[in-house]
């Protein structure tokens, strides 16, 4: 039997779940399909880590290894939801919820000094930032705008604030010494053993030994600590001086080594007298700034007294004496400070430029902002789109073009800053990168506190993203432009690799650039404004960026993204769009019962798994299930039934039951399965005829607040009986699944 693996994951996405696949299920038994679940939260990867720890009914597989393997399998047809990718503060208080729900797993340990705690945090270690995507994308990404959704946001055009000349907001971003600036890269000539070490005056410590391929490329780098806080300081004093916003946009999730540290630096950098004055006493109680203001404040009660009314008392002089602080939820004083994984650089920026280059204020006002990027890497992209605006104005989603992406990113192509190739120096030294013969490749001199990281780049990734790039270019007559700056050590490799490769393929007649990505922003930019679209094809960072900066900028969100990825050995995994698991939704659903998650992104990776049934395994019917979703789809954005922010109006739950009755609607009016149309004539009916009550019984349920039963692991039958609140619906849904098609 044909399946379909539709991960469990967090949040928003998975509480839509409970109402969405149901549905999915009960369509999918009409063409002999399987729709199966596996595990992949945050709770559940957790669980998976201590099953020597837990009873029988507590134990549970890895499925996110299960689906590693699945991936490099033919067969894999996989629909990945969005999944949070753990701070630090966000896994502890996972694992605190699990331990109230009687789960015996350990604290995790901020500085493991015993073998258990040692064991502990290295277990714990693999589930934090993106542990997840590197696993499963074992193909490179082609991410875009469906063309009912481009068609849709023409005519219901989002909000976009207008852009003054006079606008102060800028991006600030460090000239030397950052990652950018200090990398070094080498091209693997055969396969080989590769070192990491550090040598300092008291001998040599090797850091990490891993394999390469032939063809790899393997980068090094560092960000220099003193470097970054002489930065830092400058950017606090002169927000206060320009009388705008501070605010720091990083990655602290994806690259979890990294840039929590970066963080932490800039918390210090923020609040200097406070962590001159208590910084021993903060890291003797554990309150790291790596882990946010929010973290150092609910912490301060296992402090002295006096230490923590010195501490708070020192955070509240630097607020005020200070430049004013970009806010998270100002109304509850939440700062941009406050927690790393609240302000994430690929979503924040963007919705920032939106609304016209501002951010909220402690005021509850918008205001102009100083948007710290550290690292100059990507920085210019962010300048370039400021730049744009501030000359020119808004854009205009009822005329402007898109820009989908081609993404590197299979087998965990370009990986910075998120795994056990990220060191914080603790000595002064030198880190060198040294193959099996012992000749150093490339070597950098460090000091205590620096960020030295390297990445690895496989050339089958390479090869595939060409010819992807490649295809996309000629399927969609569009323009692809190669992101690549060619001052920079690993993209001149990666150029080379991609100019080779594209002497493999047909490009008469296409129009393939290579430009850096300034340049790249600009000329994409430039043809925005005329309504013509240009395919970016980047690393994998700068796909995560891009597919938030356009969808937001054109479309008003990520999440509605088309997002396929072809599977290197021929499966096919189905992302559900970008936009992050959206905590604030789980908040409005437990205090008023409304969820405003938009599932449309789950709507378009469907309808792409089933089209995959139909041309991998030659299922007709699911051919015919995705082409009758895509055209459902349309309908629902025409008759716009995506959710409303406001309970008491249409909620996530409703918009499913309106895809499922236009989905049944379009099966029942198809032509090419006369069965299948016979089959859901009477189901489009029992639908249309139930619209009313359905709506009213799904209405009904809101306005109180409800209990999950957890947020990170909530109750299973509690979850599904808030999500499916309509028996009139359900008994409709369990009919279609025991009809016999």
């Known amino acids: 039997m044909a399946k379909i693996i539709y991960t469990r994951t967090d949040e928003a996405p998975l509480l839509a779940t409970y109402s969405l696949k149901p549905i999915v299920e009960a369509f999918a038994t009409t063409a002999g399909v399987e729709v199966e679940t596996r595990d992949i939260s945050l709770a559940g990867r957790i669980i998976a880590l201590f099953g020597d720890r837990l009873s029988a009914d507590q134990a549970m597989d890895d499925a996110l290894a299960e689906l590693g393997e699945l991936t490099q399998s033919p067969e894999a047809n996989i629909i990945k939801l969005p999944n949070i990718s753990a701070s630090v503060p966000q896994l502890k208080a996972a694992i605190a919820e699990l331990q109230s729900q009687g789960y015996d797993i350990p604290d995790y340990p901020e500085e493991p000094s015993t073998d258990e705690e040692k064991d502990a945090r290295a277990r714990y270690d693999t589930v934090k930032g993106s542990a997840v995507n590197p696993v499963l994308r ?67 410590t090797d850091l990490k030994t891993f394999d390469v391929l032939a063809g790899e490329i393997v980068d090094g780098t560092f960000m220099k600590a003193s470097a970054l806080d002489a930065f830092l300081r400058e950017q606090v004093r002169a927000a206060k001086e320009q009388d705008v916003l501070f605010s720091v946009h990083l990655k602290a999730t994806m690259m979890k080594v990294s840039d929590p540290i970066i963080f932490g630096h800039v918390i210090e950098a923020f609040f200097p007298e406070v962590f001159e004055q208590y910084g021993e006493q903060l890291a003797a109680a554990g309150l790291t700034s790596d882990n946010g203001l929010g973290a150092i404040l609910s912490g301060l009660d296992a402090l002295p007294q006096d230490v923590a009314e010195g501490v708070r008392t020192g955070i509240e002089q630097g607020m005020s004496s200070g430049p004013a602080l970009a806010q998270v939820n100002s109304d509850k004083g939440i700062t941009n400070l406050h927690v790393p994984s609240d302000v994430i650089v690929d979503a924040s920026m963007p919705a920032m430029i939106r609304i016209g280059g501002k951010m909220w204020g402690p005021d509850g006002g918008e205001a102009d902002t100083l948007a710290v990027i550290p690292d100059s890497s990507y920085a210019g992209i962010y300048q370039t789109v400021i730049d744009d605006c501030r000359a020119h104005g808004a854009y205009d989603p009822t ?210 798994s089933f089209r995959h049934l139909f041309t991998s395994e030659n299922n007709a019917r699911a051919g015919v299930l995705a082409d009758t979703l895509d055209d459902a789809t349309e309908t629902f954005l025409n008759e716009n039934r995506s959710p409303s922010r406001k309970a008491g109006e249409i909620d996530n739950r409703g918009s499913h039951f309106y895809l499922a009755l236009y989905w049944a609607e379009e099966l029942a009016q198809q032509t090419e399965d006369r069965e299948l149309a016979e089959a859901f004539t009477q189901i489009a009916e029992q639908l249309r005829s139930s619209e009313q009550a359905i ?41 279609l699944e025991k009809k016999d098609v």
């Open 138 to 204: 074992e193909g490179n990404s082609d991410r875009r705008a469906p063309k009912a959704v481009k068609n849709f946001a023409k005519s219901h055009p989002h909000s976009m604030a207008e852009w003054s000349k006079d606008s102060k907001t800028n991006v600030a971003t460090m000239a030397a010494d950052d990652f950018r600036a200090n990398e070094k890269s080498h091209v693997f000539d055969s396969a080989d053993t590769v070192t990491i070490r550090l040598r300092t005056a008291a001998g040599t």
């Open 399 to 608: 005329t402007m073009g898109s820009v989908p992406n081609v993404g590197l990113m299979a087998q965990k192509a370009e990986e910075y800053g998120s795994h056990d190739k990220t060191f914080e120096i603790t000595e002064a030294g030198t880190v060198e990168v040294v193959d099996s013969a012992g000749t150093v490749l490339f070597s950098h001199e460090v000091e205590p506190g620096d960020i030295w990281r390297a990445c690895q780049t496989k050339d089958v990734p390479v090869r595939d993203w060409v010819k992807l790039a490649v295809t996309r270019a000629r399927l969609s007559d569009t323009p692809a432009v190669f992101w690549l700056d060619e001052t920079r050590a690993h993209d001149r490799n990666i150029k080379a690799k991609v100019e080779e490769y594209l002497g493999e393929h047909d490009t008469d007649g296409l129009d393939i650039r290579i430009m850096s990505p300034v340049e790249a922003t600009q000329f994409s930019l430039d043809r925005i404004r005329k309504g013509e679209d240009t395919i970016s094809v980047t690393g994998n960072v700068l796909r995560d960026y891009n597919t938030d900066l356009f969808p937001i900028l054109e479309l008003g969100t990520s999440a509605k993204m088309l997002s396929v990825v072809p599977l290197i050995n021929g499966g096919g995994l189905f992302e559900t769009g970008a936009g992050g698991t959206a905590p604030k939704h789980v908040q409005q659903l437990t205090e008023e019962n409304h969820l405003r998650w938009d599932s449309l992104g789950e709507f378009f990776a469907i309808a792409e």
């Open 695 to 735: 709506t009213e019984e799904l209405l009904a349920v809101q306005g109180s607040p409800v209990d999950l039963g957890g947020y990170y692991h909530p109750d299973e039958e509690k979850v599904a009986a808030v999500m499916r609140p309509s028996q009139t619906f359900n008994d409709i849904m369990r009919g």
